[in-house]
């Protein structure tokens, strides 16, 4: 198989460099990193400059995220490389007409393989995310409603309820987002009012039930 060429999609510069590190230090005559962006705009612009054979696409970024970029550019092949294993943010990018979806804890040589197989024509997804797109497709999960209500909170607001449902304490959540634990309270008073919920105990259960955490 001739060396594969790969743009990298993600707004965290030291990430996209330990991929690229990690990419050329174990993926030579395999992969090649061909350009990087780090939103929706210069991510289209480089795959449009480079014609890379696979694209790692982040799922949240500037600009529209992962999907936005897909949709943009759908005769692409893409693998979503995210730390979100969130039903809704698998089943949204797949949607939008990616080949797969790996979380970033994944090794360099798990990618290397998964890269070589989305380029191949096959989907790849970590074991647990696989189970989202089955129950996606077969209607155990209402992929409409959990957009609808999903689309009442902004990006902060659903970072914020991740990170409360999977029991973080607000002064967590502050730190992990770097924002103040005020901040966190007004966040997850919204996201209560939003979604019509009246404690973390309820919200936790909302988001368990959906797949969101």
């Not at 460099?17 to 480089?46: F, H, K, Y």
């Not at 995310?129 to 607001?157: H, P, S």
């Amino acid at each position: 198989m001739s060396e594969l060429r790969v743009v990298v999609v993600d707004d965290h510069a030291m990430f996209r460099s330990g991929v690229r590190a990690e990419l050329e230090r174990l993926g030579t005559g395999r992969v090649q990193i061909v350009g990087e962006a780090d939103d929706v705009p210069s991510a289209v612009q480089v795959i449009g400059e480079q014609r890379p054979d696979v694209v790692l696409l982040d799922v949240h970024m500037p600009g529209g995220g992962g999907p936005e970029v897909v949709r943009q550019l759908p005769a692409t092949t893409y693998l979503a490389l995210s730390v979100s294993d969130a039903a809704e943010d698998v089943i949204g990018v797949i949607r939008a007409g990616a080949r797969g979806y790996v979380t970033k804890n994944i090794s360099a040589a798990e990618l290397i393989d998964a890269i070589e197989r989305v380029a191949g024509g096959d989907a790849v997804f970590s074991p647990r995310l696989a189970g989202f797109v089955l129950d996606a497709f077969a209607g155990t999960i209402d992929v409409a409603q959990v957009d609808e209500d999903l689309d009442r909170l902004t990006e902060r607001e659903r970072e914020v309820m991740r990170l409360i449902a999977r029991g973080y304490a607000y002064k967590e959540v502050a730190k992990e987002l770097f924002i103040s634990i005020k901040t966190v309270e007004t966040h997850v008073s919204n996201v209560l009012r939003k979604l019509q919920l009246s404690s973390r105990h309820e919200l936790t259960r909302w988001a368990n039930d959906r797949r969101l955490i």
